[in-house]
């Protein structure tokens, strides 16, 4: 195993300039599964996918509620994100207690990010493997903000975060020009599809993600299995009757060999998942 003499202790910089565990910890996130976030005017999507450690286990919470108007989505080491998102939450109640108005977004993730700072200047501590992707609604609009492990934080009109999530940053960046004028049903349209982009030529299921939704007069919550599935099969049948029409048309022996490269396709990346922290 490779030594670094200069990642025994998170104080510690290199001659380079670098803190090695940082970038451990910003590592960690991206072998996390994928979450994804998409804000408009009026509302925030957050979406993740369930992925389970193996077939006897369930699949790990990745999207926690912090308030009505804030909810957050994670990458990385589920524990941290757990202790994370019960501070962002006991901020939330102490401020609604103290001013009797909702906590402005942007300030929580101040806070986060300053909790999260503080360990990388303790060589007691280290600092938490997780990402996360805040969306929330306050009275300046909807915001979408993602806070790195070095305590950084930048707010976004859409991201993705987690392992594969290079596809789906891809597909966000040709669409996020729409998002600002889209709909609630358009951008949890988007947010699965981008979702559908970091399976890899996995099929794409209800159960396999998990969607929440917050906006004006709409306090954050989950979408049913049910609601999600009506939505996969909105884009997912389309193709498939294309096909259906474009087979009628062409040769009797295309038909079978594209069929067959499909299957071999799709078989040979349901065995490749990302590693679940």
Not at 69 to 86: C, K, Y
Not at 122 to 131: D, I, L
Not at 173 to 201: C, V
Request: glycine share 8%.
């Amino acid at each position: 195993m490779f030594r670094n003499q200069y990642d025994t202790d998170v104080t510690t910089w290199s001659p380079t300039g670098r803190l090695f565990q940082v970038e451990y910890a910003m590592e960690a996130v991206k072998q996390g599964s994928a979450a994804i976030g998409l804000r408009s005017r009026s509302h925030v999507v957050l979406a993740c996918v369930n992925k389970a450690q193996s077939e006897l286990s369930s699949h790990q919470r990745k999207i926690f509620k912090v308030d009505d108007h804030i909810g957050v989505a994670i990458a990385g080491l589920t524990a941290d994100g757990r202790v994370l998102s019960r501070y962002m939450r006991s901020e939330s109640i102490n401020h609604s207690f103290t001013y009797e108005s909702p906590l402005p977004v942007g300030r929580l993730v101040v806070h986060l990010a300053d909790k999260a700072q503080v360990c990388t200047q303790r060589s007691w501590k280290r600092p938490y493997g997780v990402g996360l992707l805040v969306g929330g609604l306050d009275e300046s609009g909807a915001h979408l903000y993602y806070n790195c492990p070095s305590g950084n934080y930048f707010e976004y009109q859409a991201f993705a975060i987690g392992s594969r999530s290079q596809a789906a940053k891809t597909y966000l960046e040709r669409k996020f020009e729409s998002f600002q004028e889209s709909s609630k049903e358009d951008l949890i349209k988007d947010a699965i599809m981008a979702i559908r982009e970091t399976l890899q030529g996995e099929t794409l299921k209800s159960s396999l993600c998990t969607v929440s939704v917050l906006g004006v007069d709409e306090p954050f919550h989950f979408l049913d299995q049910e609601s999600i599935q009506k939505v996969i099969d909105t884009f997912e049948k389309v193709p498939e009757e294309e096909e259906d029409a474009g087979e009628g048309e062409a040769e009797p022996e295309a038909a079978p060999g594209a069929a067959g490269t499909g299957e071999q396709g799709g078989s040979g990346d349901q065995d490749v998942a990302p590693m679940e922290i």
